[in-house]
């Protein structure tokens, strides 16, 4: 998937602050987020965005209502 994020916001602490400001994003809707610990950052996306990277610290944050789009 390669939709870019709708925003991303900077000094976050954790990947549940991450999750948080992505629930509280309404317009456009934020579906999942991307919590990279490395450099405190998530990215709001309003589309599904996961690459599997294990050398990558970027977390995806997906919610329950969309978790059937990552089941194998």
């Given at each position: 998937?390669?939709?870019?994020?709708?925003?991303?916001?900077?000094?976050?602490?954790?990947?549940?602050?991450?999750?948080?400001?992505?629930l509280?994003?309404?317009?456009?809707?934020?579906?999942?987020?991307?919590?990279?610990?490395?450099?405190?950052?998530?990215?709001?996306?309003?589309g599904?965005?996961?690459?599997?990277?294990?050398?990558?610290?970027?977390?995806?944050?997906?919610?329950?209502?969309?978790?059937?789009?990552?089941?194998?």
């Amino acid at each position: 998937m390669s939709n870019p994020p709708i925003s991303t916001v900077f000094k976050v602490v954790s990947n549940t602050v991450c999750a948080f400001v992505c629930l509280r994003q309404t317009e456009p809707e934020c579906l999942t987020a991307q919590f990279d610990q490395a450099t405190s950052r998530c990215a709001l996306l309003n589309g599904f965005e996961h690459n599997h990277d294990p050398s990558n610290g970027t977390i995806t944050i997906v919610f329950k209502f969309a978790a059937h789009f990552f089941a194998n």
